[in-house]
């Protein structure tokens, strides 16, 4: 199995950005050491572009790819505004939990 970028599930991400491990008790997983990102999600990281990184990289293309496993599936606002919210709690226990600068990945 091919590494994936963890913002929008990409294979064969280029950076690594090392992190501390982490839970989400509230979602009853976490995240264990660094992140990989591609290119596209490393270089709005590093111009600081949150909003792109949680809206247009890690909701859209993985959201889209679960939705498509069960055919006929739609979210409401209210579902997608939930889904957002917790993409975003992700997200911030990422940047809180990052040490150091990204590095070249593989």
């Known amino acids: 199995m091919s590494a994936k970028c963890d913002f929008c599930s990409r294979p064969d991400p280029e950076w690594f950005y090392p992190a501390d491990t982490f839970d989400?008790?509230?979602m009853g997983w976490g995240s264990t050491g660094g992140w990989t990102a591609c290119e596209e999600c490393s270089d709005l990281i590093e111009a600081g572009d949150n909003v792109k990184?949680?809206?247009g990289r890690m909701m859209d293309a993985p959201?889209?790819?679960?939705?498509?496993?069960?055919?006929?599936?739609r979210l409401t606002r209210s579902e997608r505004a939930e889904v957002e919210?917790?993409?975003w709690a992700l997200f911030n226990k990422f940047l809180n939990s990052r040490r150091g600068a990204r590095r070249a990945f593989g």
């Open 24 to 26: 989400m008790v509230q």
């Open 53 to 55: 990184v949680v809206r």
């Open 63 to 73: 959201l889209k790819e679960a939705l498509a496993e069960v055919p006929g599936l």
């Open 85 to 87: 919210h917790h993409t």
